[in-house]
């Protein structure tokens, strides 16, 4: 008698993720990417639920017009309910975890009210045996702990003595974020560890000859990124003010204002700069758009005070930039590949000398830099092992 074959798979678990925002968001940043590109490699394992916000931004609390708010939308390859921020409560949260009746949950932040809500319900509901992955996408550095320090840390006392976190699975993107975990939870954490994932491909068709003339003496800069105080723009305005008056500067600002008090502060340091930095001020781009300017310029510069994962610092290598980033992000080995400059905040003297260097590249030594910077991004992308890490975290705690 021949073995009978297994029959097909009938059923995917189901996950439910929270996420502060969601396509169509322009200004929601890197952890917008991190869940879609989750969902677009693992939508054949699993079936994926969205809940989010029905807005932009912190900033840009207009509803989405392309998208219907309190009920469920078609996004790619999930389901996606984008709420209104007064919806976001306990009775609705509660309806919409047994409309599903998910597997698993997937939580995109530490600290936003989506997650706070969901982990308050899921304590004392009968939904507390659920598995829940928790990314805290870098929220608990340092540095970001250190913005509006006492409200974060009361607020932790007050989830540490209700066990608020007590059934999560961390998701830590680095071995330092982890650490970073350990800090403030405890050494007894073991949280799982995994690369935030990025899409298969960034500019498949890109070309390093798309980039803009490099002559000595002249560059063009480009800060990419929402502007508030962790991601560093006046930093890159002061470090500018200071470089030789002779040089042809040209900075180009692309990215959502998120802090109004920083923007004002940056803004005024504009207004100061000399005449041979020209300055041009873009603001909030699609992430098609947001590829085009990087196309256009020569070099990035993001001196962040921490970054989980670094979206922008992939999308710039990808796009043929160079960057001038800080060390406190996980993209150590540009330096060594020759991809660009990785300083410590602290150096000031350093920062101003790879500036002037690479205003004084010329246009064989800038391509050769370009070069490098697309080629450590394509190989990035390539490796299997970032789907590997992240799968088996997924396996560990939702099942197969």
């Known amino acids: 008698m021949?073995?009978?074959?297994?029959?097909?798979?009938?059923?995917?678990?189901?996950?439910?993720?929270?996420?502060?925002y969601y396509l169509p968001s322009n200004k929601g940043g890197g952890g917008t990417w991190t869940v879609v590109n989750l969902i677009e490699r693992f939508c054949g394992r699993y079936d994926f639920f969205v809940i989010s916000r029905n807005h932009e931004s912190r900033t840009d609390t207009r509803p989405f017009e392309s998208v219907k708010t309190n009920e469920w939308n078609s996004a790619g390859n999930?389901?996606?309910?984008?709420?209104?921020?007064?919806?976001?409560?306990?009775?609705?949260?509660?309806?919409?975890?047994?409309?599903?009746?998910?597997?698993?949950?997937?939580?995109?932040?530490?600290?936003?009210?989506?997650?706070?809500?969901?982990?308050?319900?899921?304590?004392?509901?009968?939904?507390?045996?659920?598995?829940?992955?928790?990314?805290?996408?870098?929220?608990?550095?340092?540095?970001?702990?250190?913005?509006?320090?006492?409200?974060?840390?009361?607020?932790?006392?007050?989830?540490?003595?209700l066990g608020l976190y007590s059934k999560v699975h961390w998701k830590a993107t680095t071995d330092f974020e982890s650490i970073e975990i350990k800090k403030v939870f405890g050494q007894s954490m073991r949280p799982l560890v995994a690369?935030?994932?990025?899409?298969?491909?960034?500019?498949?068709?890109?070309?390093?000859?798309?980039?803009?003339?490099?002559?000595?003496?002249?560059?063009?800069?480009?800060?990419?990124?929402?502007?508030?105080?962790?991601k560093n723009l006046l930093f890159v305005l002061d470090l500018l003010s200071n470089i030789d008056q002779k040089k042809g500067i040209e900075l180009a600002i692309v990215?959502?204002?998120?802090?109004?008090?920083?923007w004002q502060e940056c803004k005024k340091k504009i207004a100061k700069l000399p005449a041979s930095i020209d300055v041009t001020i873009v603001g909030a781009v699609s992430n098609e758009m947001g590829l085009k300017q990087l196309i256009l310029n020569h070099f990035v510069m993001l001196p962040t005070l921490g970054e989980n994962f670094g979206y922008v610092i992939l999308e710039a290598l990808?796009?043929?930039?160079?960057?001038?980033?800080?060390?406190?992000?996980?993209?150590?080995?540009?330096?060594?590949?020759?991809?660009?400059?990785?300083?410590?905040?602290?150096?000031?003297?350093?920062?101003?000398?790879?500036?002037?260097?690479?205003?004084?590249?010329?246009?064989?030594?800038?391509?050769?830099?370009?070069?490098?910077?697309?080629?450590?991004?394509?190989?990035?992308?390539?490796?299997?092992?970032?789907?590997?890490?992240?799968?088996?975290?997924?396996?560990?705690?939702?099942?197969?």
């Not at 509660?94 to 989506?114: C, M, Q, R, T």
């Open 2 to 20: 021949s073995e009978q074959a297994p029959e097909p798979r009938r059923y995917k678990k189901r996950i439910l993720v929270l996420c502060d």
């Open 78 to 161: 999930a389901q996606v309910y984008y709420l209104a921020p007064a919806d976001i409560n306990r009775r609705t949260l509660l309806s919409l975890i047994k409309e599903i009746s998910p597997d698993g949950v997937y939580l995109n932040s530490a600290f936003s009210k989506p997650t706070i809500k969901t982990l308050l319900l899921m304590r004392f509901t009968e939904s507390s045996a659920l598995p829940i992955i928790l990314a805290p996408c870098g929220e608990l550095s340092e540095s970001a702990l250190g913005l509006k320090r006492w409200k974060k840390r009361l607020f932790l006392m007050f989830a540490k003595s």
């Open 195 to 230: 690369p935030d994932l990025p899409p298969k491909q960034i500019l498949p068709n890109f070309s390093t000859g798309e980039k803009p003339h490099k002559e000595v003496g002249k560059a063009k800069f480009i800060f990419y990124s929402r502007i508030d105080r962790t």
């Open 255 to 262: 990215g959502p204002v998120q802090d109004l008090t920083y």
């Open 318 to 400: 990808s796009a043929g930039c160079p960057v001038l980033i800080s060390d406190r992000t996980m993209w150590s080995e540009v330096s060594a590949n020759g991809a660009g400059w990785v300083t410590p905040l602290s150096d000031i003297k350093a920062w101003k000398e790879n500036i002037s260097h690479a205003i004084d590249l010329d246009q064989d030594q800038f391509t050769s830099m370009s070069q490098n910077a697309r080629k450590l991004a394509v190989d990035w992308l390539r490796s299997p092992d970032l789907e590997i890490a992240t799968e088996n975290i997924l396996v560990e705690v939702f099942g197969d």
